[in-house]
């Protein structure tokens, strides 16, 4: 039993990452249905401004820090979705997602050259250590619960922003039909760089919280981006509450299978999980057939 | 018409002329390492160690330097960029030998291309055994895993006089598994025991789970046979666990970017076998440390000794085979033996692997120190 409460607690923690990185996946593809590939590297290049900002800038506050990453990671996503996306947009959708596999590349090697190769970590300014819990045999991280709080924070703000603003009323008018929207005076480009800036601010934020437990390095991107991918998949590409549920279940589905079946299939359960749901429920947990327009 | 018929035989004979002419008294060598990536740290390393030794030898036999040159290629610390990387020395740049790479994986993508050249291929550092089984003209200058594996089983048995073991690899790489299983072997014939077995693949940064279940068998030492940028992660995260286990791992560790993400609390206590320790009194090693030290403004690494050693035996065997024939440089470089370099003295055997020393170094706050020294042959006396 205690077992399983560790194995749930650390599934948690990284699945509320796993949950924030997909939600950018899932309200980009809501409002112009393009997966975008190269959200994982937003993720990189927040997680390289905060490791900047804290080695470089000493004494920087961690919050401070992550506002600035989770700024920089939305105004980068901006920059591309007008210089690489925002030009193809009335091509077929095969040419934008394989720039968006471009702008994926492009932006690693750009970290690789910017930042150098190797892996940084950031100062160890979080408190360290773990609160235990010993009648139950369970180490809850100090880290872990930040990165899960501050996860449930940005997801109820996300939730708000949706909601409760004109903006975000503008954001679901554009995703249910783009051209509808721009009839009745949404200003559907001004939408859309918004939504890319508020998914790939949330994949800033998460860059920092890796780079807090982990390291930074330029390829740090690509396996939580493929969790997330297939996170969003699950949920129902295009469903915020899907998004969330799909990272959160693909974070505890790959630590309990880790902890229980054999750790050498923690990697592929990922991808097993995307092929039955896309043979089994295509359209995901939460998500709804959209008819096909014509 | 009559030209043309002429030309024929003209052009064959020009062309043999020119293979002869072409089995010249020169050495092109293509250096390939990952200079960017995963395992960047060696790449740099590698190359550093290799024009180093190539400038020292210009001081020393100036004639032999003059006749060797480099070309360097970046094969990006994944095997299908090496296998490219291969590729473009042999057909582009026509090189005579291949020198690289570090991480098995990636020097095994590159083996059956310099194989279908006809050409010859030298790695400083590869230590998984199939690396040089993949043909007659693949040698390397360092030990294998199961000379490093079975170092590391005594050392843990009798050293550190731990008879429990639990094991974290990374299953994506042939060289982790490759050093784990030479480990298991030599550790139960030593009268131990493996209590657990976990994997994980390179580029995940959460262990906890697989951390968990290990600390519930209660190890008393933790292989971990991977690479510096996810066991320095590794130690980090069962530092923070609480959880106390001495760790052992093999020249997959040595690079200062494990002292930086595990930190100097979650470090320090830990060994692991390589090819070269920095602060050997040895006269030769602190001349090299030294004076790389002094162009490089860092430490060198092993791999940066390996790589220095390496591309000698390389220069010495091109010396003794008067040629770049492929053929006369195989015999050469099987013939090396007694070769001093700085990371101990190496000879190469009957399946092309060097026979030479490993040492064993402590993890401290920021820097490993020598422990142990363990020569060819020691390691295997216990069984």
């Known amino acids: 039993m205690s077992e399983f409460l560790q194995f749930l607690i650390n599934g948690l923690a990284v699945g509320s990452m796993y949950a924030l990185i997909a939600l950018g996946y899932t309200m980009v593809y809501g409002i112009i249905q ?29 919050a401070v820090a992550l506002v600035i990453s989770m700024l920089a990671a939305g105004l980068l996503a901006v920059l591309v979705e007008l210089v690489a996306y925002r030009p193809l947009r009335r091509q077929p959708k095969i040419f934008v997602l394989t720039a968006a596999i471009a702008v994926s590349v492009l932006l690693q090697n ?50 708000l922003i949706v909601h409760k603003t004109k903006i975000g009323a503008a954001m679901r008018a554009t995703s249910q039909d783009i051209d509808a929207a721009r009839l009745m005076g949404i200003n559907t480009n001004f939408v859309i760089s918004f939504t890319f800036f508020i998914g790939a601010s949330l994949a800033g934020a998460v860059g920092v919280f890796y780079g807090m437990q982990y390291s930074v390095d330029p390829l740090m991107g690509v396996q939580p981006g493929l969790a997330a991918f297939v996170a969003a998949v699950l949920g129902g590409i295009g469903s ?18 880790a902890g229980y079946l054999s750790s050498t299939y923690q990697g592929a359960i990922t991808f097993v999980l995307l092929i039955l749901v896309l043979s089994i429920k295509p359209t995901g947990l939460l998500g709804r057939m959209a008819p096909v327009k014509v | 018409m009559k030209l043309h018929r002429l030309t024929v035989p003209v052009a064959a004979t020009f062309g043999l002329v020119s293979a002869v002419a072409l089995a010249a008294n020169t050495l092109k060598v293509g250096a390939v390492f990952g200079l960017s990536g995963a395992q960047s740290t060696y790449g740099e390393e590698s190359i550093n160690g290799m024009e180093m030794a190539l400038d020292d030898l210009k001081a020393k036999d100036p004639a032999l330097a003059s006749k060797i040159t480099v070309v360097k290629e970046d094969e990006k610390s994944n095997p299908i960029d090496a296998a490219l990387a291969v590729k473009k020395v042999l057909n582009v740049d026509k090189v005579d030998l291949v020198f690289g790479s570090v991480a098995s994986s990636n020097t095994l993508a590159m083996g059956s291309a310099v194989i279908e050249a006809g050409k010859v291929q030298v790695t400083p550092a590869s230590t998984n055994p199939e690396v040089t089984k993949k043909g007659d003209a693949v040698f390397r200058t360092c030990f294998i895993d199961p000379f ?23 299953h994506k790489s042939d060289y ?58 590794i130690m980090k995260q069962a530092q923070q666990m609480g959880f106390k286990v001495t760790l052992l791992g093999g020249d997959g560790w040595d690079s200062p970017t494990l002292y930086e993400l595990a930190g100097a609390d979650a470090v320090k206590g830990n060994y692991f076998s390589t090819h070269f320790a ?30 220095y050693d390496g591309i000698l035996v390389v220069a010495d065997a091109f010396k003794r085979a008067g040629s770049n024939d492929p053929a006369a440089l195989k015999k050469a470089l099987s013939a090396t033996k007694g070769f001093v370099g700085v990371a101990g003295t190496l000879s190469i055997n009957a399946q092309r692997d060097a026979v030479k020393p490993a040492v064993i170094l402590k993890t401290e706050g920021n820097k490993a120190v020598f422990e142990a020294k363990i020569e060819p042959g020691q390691a295997n006396k216990s069984h």
């Open chain 2, 176 to 233: 982790s598994k490759g050093l784990a299983e030479a480990f298991t072997v030599a550790f139960k014939a030593a009268g131990g025991e493996v209590v657990a077995n976990e994997s994980y693949e390179a580029g995940k940064k959460d262990f906890k789970t697989q951390l968990t279940k290990i600390r519930a068998k209660h190890p008393e030492v933790l292989l971990v046979p991977g690479y510096y940028q996810e066991v320095g992660l």
């Open chain 2, 148 to 170: 490093q594996g079975s170092v590391l089983a005594d050392f843990a048995v009798h050293r550190l006089n731990k008879k429990k073991a639990a094991i974290l690899l990374d």
């Open chain 1, 110 to 159: 750009l970290g690789r050259i910017v930042f150098g190769s190797s892996a940084v970590s950031f100062p160890a300014q979080f408190p360290q250590g773990s609160i235990g819990l010993e009648s139950l045999g369970v180490w809850v991280e100090y880290s872990q619960l930040f990165v899960l709080g501050l996860s449930l924070v940005l997801m109820a703000a996300l939730w």
């Open chain 2, 278 to 307: 920095p602060d050997d009194k040895d006269p030769r090693v602190q001349k090299f440390v030294k004076d790389y030290t002094a162009r490089f403004h860092k430490a060198p690494g092993a791999m940066s000794a390996s790589s």
């Open chain 1, 240 to 257: 915020l509450p899907g998004a969330m549920i799909g990272g959160l279940l693909i974070g505890i589905i790959e630590n309990l299978v």
């Open chain 1, 34 to 62: 393009l997966i975008n590939f190269a959200h994982g590297e937003f993720m990189m290049m927040g997680a390289f401004v905060g490791a900047f900002t804290l080695n470089r800038l000493q004494g920087t506050p961690l």
